[in-house]
T-cell receptor, first 112, second 112 residues
Framework: DAGITQSPRYKITETGRQVTLMCHQTWSHSYMFWYRQDLGHGLRLIYYSAAADITDKGEVPDGYVVSRSKTENFPLTLESATRSQTSVYFC???????????FGSGTQLSVL | LAKTTQPISMDSYEGQEVNITCSHN???????ITWYQQFPSQGPRFIIQGYKTKVTNEVASLFIPADRKSSTLSLPRVSLSDTAVYYC?????????????FGTGTRLKVLA
């Protein structure tokens, strides 16, 4: 959906570098999520946020940092990228508790 | 947390009805059951959602028995373009955390 956008679409970086993936939604949804999807596998929750300035860990938070200073933005930072963080990252949002998530198009990250 | 179990893969032929079952034995009282479709290189897309009994929309039906410990996504008369991965998502287990964990998904391949 055009209402949630991720950038960049593709990113190549080297081990040890800091990388920030951006996520922006125009609906003012309260809840936002970051998932990673490794090749041929399912989605794993990294972090989620219930509102601005409220974030919490998901299944696989190690090596990642998030912030949510504004409702519409939820950036994900890899402070020191590792090869195991090579993956496709999806951002999602929802307004209420009915689990109808809206996903972005994803960022394909390669760590060399 | 409500954990889901689905078949890893299924094959079908064009024009057939496909039923994909998801088990969620520890679903919480307030949890909805939501199904998503994911094509390669895209984020998951909402298909259908239900709480109990049967729900139908223009693309699928969702059957939920009285005990709600499982659900079945029914795709009528599939076509090649229905080849995708299908995920069922079941709430946050009543924790109120919005910690939505996806299962492994079912990889559906539609054959000509």
């Amino acid at each position: 959906d055009a209402g949630i956008t991720q950038s960049p679409r593709y990113k190549i970086t080297e081990t040890g570098r800091q990388v920030t993936l951006m996520c922006h939604q125009t609906w003012s949804h309260s809840y936002m999520f970051w998932y990673r999807q490794d090749l041929g596998h399912g989605l794993r929750l990294i972090y989620y946020s219930a509102a601005a300035d409220i974030t919490d860990k998901g299944e696989v938070p190690d090596g990642y940092v998030v912030s949510r200073s504004k409702t519409e933005n939820f950036p994900l930072t890899l402070e020191s990228a590792t090869r195991s963080q090579t993956s496709v990252y999806f951002c999602a949002s929802t307004e209420n508790s009915n689990e109808k998530l809206f996903f972005g198009s994803g960022t394909q990250l390669s760590v060399l | 947390l409500a954990k889901t179990t689905q078949p890893i893969s299924m094959d079908s032929y064009e024009g057939q009805e496909v039923n994909i079952t998801c088990s969620h034995n520890n679903i919480a009282t307030n949890d909805y059951i939501t199904w998503y479709q994911q094509f390669p290189s895209q984020g998951p897309r909402f298909i259908i959602q239900g709480y109990k009994t049967k729900v139908t929309n223009e693309v699928a039906s969702l059957f939920i028995p009285a005990d709600r410990k499982s659900s079945t996504l029914s795709l009528p008369r599939v076509s090649l373009s229905d080849t995708a991965v299908y995920y069922c998502l079941v709430g946050d287990g009543g924790s109120g955390t919005y910690k939505y964990i996806f299962g492994t998904g079912t990889r559906l391949k539609v054959l000509a």
